[in-house]
């Protein structure tokens, strides 16, 4: 058996701290496993189960490029990944890490692949059905099995999995064939959907791998990974469950009695967070009100029921749970990530400003872990200042080394190799100014310390990330 954990998403619902370059699931909001610990985020929580299930080993993350940095940081920098060349839906994302797993992985044919979530607030059990979703797939004959949670109200923001009306008398733990699809009906009909057997769609799929093979066969698609990687932007932005399930016709759902939460909404998450307050301020006078604020300002909400007020250097939000469904159709365009967390990291951006002659100046704040570097790097069009607030580190210009520390101000001109590797943890002020400030004028000449000789490296590459 071998696992695919989607880690991918728009990054809207969950704005100002979900962007595209940091989705839902990295948010550490929801409560550590250990007495006192830190918050952790959604896909830690998910890969904590899934090794206490002992079924990490079986397990790859499918993600897309702008979030694997992120991943190495919250889950390891061994992690498993199955990078999609552009953002896609997940029929494409699946079918790439179905042909990753034959092609790259040794996978056999034969073996049964489980499909996860990575945004989903579950109890341990759900995973261990994982082993029960496999042997359905022998027991019942159907191409795909399904797991549907038992609905505890009728929500309009899931959809539904209707059975057949001959498995309803069945043991909850047997398998039920499938008879439709409900996608979120408004009150209503779920009330009628519940009353009719139907189960929450919960986004798990179970297939066999040389079935996934087929699917691609008969789209006139290659079941190589490499082949269909070339082609990946050709393919149908399109979901697995529109793509492949609702048009297959033999499917089995596992009815799942625990805990399940599909985190979407703002509404959602703060039913789950473990506090109503992260970052500084205060909340008064408010029933049911959370506060996360990543500024480095208080925020006091006083009077307001039933809102969330989330800060970060993207933006503010002040609303009403009820209404942050809506909430993808407020949000402001914006073309720079103003928060990124890397492996070696992370960065905040603090001021973006461009003059009348065509000059830009870029301000960030940088946090270097302790043991980790940036890469080993140089800009055509851009120099920069680092000022160290705090901690210490070795920085390379050019080839020669220093110590540094807190108070030490780094010049680093257009063109010269240049990276750092923090002692302790270090913090620094970065300003770029230039002609340019973007990633594509990076050129990364090493990614790892040990790489760095005293003369520096004469190969250039051109890196996609930093």
Request: charged share 25%.
């Amino acid at each position: 058996m071998r696992i695919i954990l989607l880690s991918g998403g728009s990054g809207k619902r969950l704005w100002p701290l979900s962007s595209q370059s940091r989705y839902k699931q990295f948010l550490k909001l929801l409560p550590s496993p250990e007495p006192g610990g830190e918050p952790i985020s959604m896909v830690q929580r998910v890969w904590r189960q899934l090794s206490a299930e002992g079924l990490r080993h079986a397990a790859i993350v499918a993600t897309g490029r702008g979030s694997a940095d992120i991943l190495a940081s919250q889950l390891g920098e061994h992690v498993p990944l199955m990078v999609e060349p552009d953002n896609r839906d997940t029929f494409p994302a699946i079918a790439l890490a179905a042909t990753y797993l034959l092609s790259e992985a040794q996978a056999s044919p034969e073996e049964a692949v489980i499909v996860f979530p990575v945004d989903s607030c579950v109890d341990s059990r759900f995973f261990t059905l994982a082993f029960e979703l496999e042997r359905t797939l022998v027991t019942s004959g159907a191409d795909i099995v399904l797991l549907g949670a038992r609905p505890t109200y009728p929500s309009e923001k899931y959809g539904y999995i209707l059975p057949e009306p001959d498995g309803a008398d069945r043991n909850p733990s047997s398998f039920l064939k499938v008879r439709r699809f409900i996608e979120k009906p408004p009150e209503d009909e779920a009330e009628k959907c519940i009353a009719a057997g139907a189960l929450w769609n919960c986004g798990v799929f179970a297939f066999r791998l040389e079935r996934m093979t087929g699917w691609l066969k008969e789209r006139g698609l290659p079941g190589d990974y490499r082949d269909l990687k070339v082609m990946y932007q050709r393919l149908p932005s399109i979901s697995f469950d529109r793509e492949i399930v609702e048009r297959c016709g033999s499917i089995a759902v596992i009815p799942y009695e625990g805990e399940w939460k599909d985190i979407g909404t703002w509404d959602q998450l703060t039913e789950v967070m473990p506090v109503s307050k992260f970052g500084p301020g205060v909340i008064q006078e408010s029933t049911g009100t959370h506060l996360i604020n990543e500024l480095d300002i208080p925020i006091v909400v006083l009077g307001l029921d039933n809102a969330i007020v989330a800060a970060c250097h993207a933006g503010i939000l002040v609303a009403d749970k009820s209404l942050t469904p809506k909430l993808k159709e407020y949000i402001p365009v914006q073309t720079r990530p103003m928060y990124e967390e890397r492996r070696w990291g992370w960065y905040k951006v603090l001021d973006c400003q461009k003059h009348e002659d065509g000059t830009e100046v870029l301000t960030k704040k940088i946090r270097i872990y302790a043991g980790r570097n940036i890469s080993y790097q140089l800009h055509h069009k851009r120099s920069e200042t680092w000022t160290i607030l705090r901690g210490s580190g070795e920085f390379v210009l050019d080839g020669h080394r220093s110590i540094v520390g807190r108070g030490d101000v780094l010049q680093i001109p257009a063109r010269a190799r240049h990276g750092i590797r923090a002692i302790t943890d270090l913090e620094l002020i970065e300003i770029q100014s230039g002609s340019e400030l973007s990633e594509d004028d990076i050129i990364r000449i090493a990614m790892k310390w040990e790489d760095i000789s005293d003369g520096g490296i004469p190969q250039e590459k051109k890196a996609e990330e930093l």
